[in-house]
């Protein structure tokens, strides 16, 4: 059954069975869309089997495909042409250098300096659109559209595969989030604001240490926390 037959439809399950033909072991599942660049997006959750899961991915990827937004992996090579061309990726680096790095060491795509474009397993949305809190920061200070644009991707653009991005950075399966994607997005809006990364470059550079010094300082802050709890 298509998900449209059931969207208006309030029918109240156990956590395990399925909302659509009843069988057990069901699972929940989100299905996420987009507004226009800068609005928020929304989602709806269904609860399902297995089986009623494959039949609706089935579905979905006969649909004919949607003609406007940008596919993934061109959201992804946008994210980093902009992330490249305004030494975004060079604050990365040495954040990685001194320990601080966000990326967890686990992942699939991490090099010796960081994420790794160039590997084998590419980037999720997720971990392509993901800034840190201290570089955003920077970012909009330098260039105030830009950092709109960057918290809006992270915020509801890449949060729709956050469930892949566990799986890359091999999160252990019973830590993961219990909502699964249903079908990854056919089509993601295209941001405004990361035109022109160059513009940005010298003046991001001169905030690079002071960046680096808040995440030296946030990662002391953790670390006290942890050994804390221990």
């Known amino acids: 059954m298509a998900i449209a037959d059931f969207q208006n439809r309030a029918k109240k399950t156990p956590d395990d069975i399925c909302q659509w033909c009843g069988a057990g072991a069901a699972h929940r599942y989100q ?5 226009h660049p800068g609005e928020p997006g929304g ?14 991915r089935k579905r979905l990827n006969a649909l ?4 406007d937004g940008l596919a993934r992996e ?15 990726f060079d604050i990365c680096r040495r954040c990685h250098e001194q320990g601080t790095g966000c990326c967890p060491p686990s992942c699939r795509v ?6 790794d474009p160039n590997n084998k397993h590419g980037k999720t949305v997720f971990c392509a659109a993901f800034v840190c809190g201290a570089l955003l920061n920077a970012i909009s200070e330098c260039d105030a559209e830009a950092g709109r ?20 950075t091999r999160v252990p399966a019973n830590a993961r989030e219990p909502v699964r994607p249903l079908a990854l997005p056919r089509r993601y ?16 550079s001169a905030l690079a240490d002071e960046v680096l010094e808040i995440r030296r300082r946030w990662r002391e802050l953790e670390l006290i926390e942890i050994n804390g709890k221990t």
């Not at 299905?31 to 507004?35: I, K, P, R, Y």
């Not at 946008?78 to 975004?88: K, N, Y």
């Not at 644009?149 to 890359?168: C, D, H, N, S, T």
């Not at 809006?189 to 991001?204: A, C, F, K, Q, T």
Request: aromatic content about 8%.
């Open 31 to 35: 299905l996420a869309s987009f507004g």
């Open 43 to 56: 989602g709806r959750e269904f609860l399902l089997c297995a089986r009623c899961v494959r039949a609706e």
């Open 64 to 67: 004919p495909e949607p003609e």
């Open 74 to 88: 061109e959201l992804i090579a946008q994210l980093d042409r902009f992330f490249a061309s305004s030494g975004v």
């Open 110 to 115: 991490m090099g010796a300096s960081g994420c």
């Open 149 to 168: 644009a960057l918290k809006w991707v992270k915020k509801e653009v890449g949060a729709a595969e956050f469930r892949v991005y566990e799986m890359i």
């Open 189 to 204: 809006p295209r941001p405004i604001g990361l035109e022109d990364g160059e513009g940005i470059r010298e003046n991001l």
